[in-house]
């Protein structure tokens, strides 16, 4: 029995209808243009307080296939996103966290660059 090939059966697909073209700038390399799908809001539980409280940080994330990569995802690498879904975005990010979802794509937790 084959295995699923995700990235050709899912991920082609998705991004072909929800993914926009962004600008990726690996640390060190040369800018290339693959897809993404962006969501703004992404909550995240931090460590808890000391009093059993826990706080929980909002971050922009991109979802990506890793075989438009030309190397593998990593953090301090820099993603330009112009324009998502129609609507301007215009903004640098620094990739935080790089989450490989063991199927083909992986999810970049972003800083927004200032």
């Not at 991920?11 to 040369?30: K, M, T």
Request: avoid cysteine.
């Amino acid at each position: 029995m084959m295995g699923i090939n995700w990235d050709r059966h899912l991920l082609a697909p998705l991004h072909g209808v929800f993914g926009d073209p962004v600008e990726y700038r690996p640390a060190g390399g040369i800018s290339y243009t693959l897809s993404g799908i962006f969501d703004r809001a992404y909550t995240q539980d931090v460590d808890p307080l000391d009093d059993g409280s826990t706080i929980n940080t909002t971050k922009p994330v991109l979802g990506v296939r890793d075989s438009q990569f030309q190397a593998l995802p990593k953090q301090g690498d820099r993603v330009f996103i112009g324009i998502v879904g129609g609507v301007l975005v215009n903004t640098l990010f620094a990739v935080a966290d790089v989450q490989p979802d063991s199927h083909g794509g992986t999810k970049l937790i972003l800083n927004k660059v200032r």
